[in-house]
């Protein structure tokens, strides 16, 4: 059986790196798209539907923090975010707008393409179908969330559609409830590699995790924050179906 390959789009001013990274990807079984800023982005996508986005963060006229908060109004498409930037706060940044991965300019396209592989199979859902552990739909608190669609369903029966970062964050929580997490395993768990020294980007994703349910840091009843440890579901987990 054939298998369509992932169609995958480098957004980058630097023609090089476009040309470069399309090649590269290219041999490695992706359909590679290219384009030079947010405008020729946005007639790509009026023709293609991307599996990935790799968005530049320094871009002319629109920058990637621009496009990425576009992207998420209506769309989940994953999207890695690449940067030259040395400042913290420019990732974080992009991380609180919806991106899923980040990775620091200059990079070895080895990393990206492991990147690109990570993300895909966390919002792709390839790895494995549900399980009797990973049924289809669970409920924890006032929420339920079905797996195979990565919908929220609330009390209310409105139902959001999770991104890939936000659903395998989610996931990871209601595999362990009431079992405290360390960010670094939470990383690990999320991300499938060790965390970077210093790296606090689980905390923005639990951070807008928390949104998503409704609740704030100060006053979180489902996700706790145990001070000096991590991070906590402090809430039983139901196996509906």
């Not at 769309?75 to 919806?98: F, W």
């Not at 991070?231 to 139901?238: D, G, M, P, Q, S």
Request: proline share 5%.
């Amino acid at each position: 059986m054939t298998t369509t390959p992932a169609t995958l789009i480098v957004v980058d001013d630097d023609p090089e790196i476009r040309e470069l990274l399309a090649d590269y990807l290219g041999r490695h079984g992706y359909r590679a798209l290219t384009a030079e800023d947010g405008e020729a982005l946005r007639a790509l996508l009026a023709r293609e539907t991307p599996d990935l986005l790799i968005v530049d963060l320094m871009l002319p006229g629109d920058d990637g923090f621009t496009l990425c908060r576009e992207l998420r109004r209506d769309s989940e498409v994953p999207i890695i975010m690449l940067t030259a930037s040395a400042d913290e706060t420019d990732r974080i940044l992009g991380l609180e707008l919806g991106a899923d991965d980040y990775l620091g300019k200059p990079f070895n396209p080895r990393e990206l393409l492991a990147r690109i592989k990570a993300v895909l199979r966390r919002t792709r859902g390839v790895s494995t179908p549900p399980s009797a552990a990973q049924a289809r739909l669970v409920a924890f608190g006032d929420w339920r969330l079905d797996r195979v669609s990565r919908e929220l369903i609330d009390a209310e029966e409105a139902r959001t559609t999770l991104s890939g970062a936000d659903f395998q964050l989610l996931q990871v929580f209601l595999d362990h409830p009431e079992e405290v997490l360390s960010r670094e395993a939470l990383f690990e768990l999320t991300r499938g590699r060790p965390a970077p020294p210093l790296d606090r980007s689980i905390d923005v994703h639990v951070c807008r995790l928390r949104q998503r349910l409704g609740e704030d840091a100060q006053h979180s009843q489902l996700i706790r924050t145990v001070r000096g440890a991590g991070y906590v579901l402090a809430t039983r987990v139901e196996v509906l179906a």
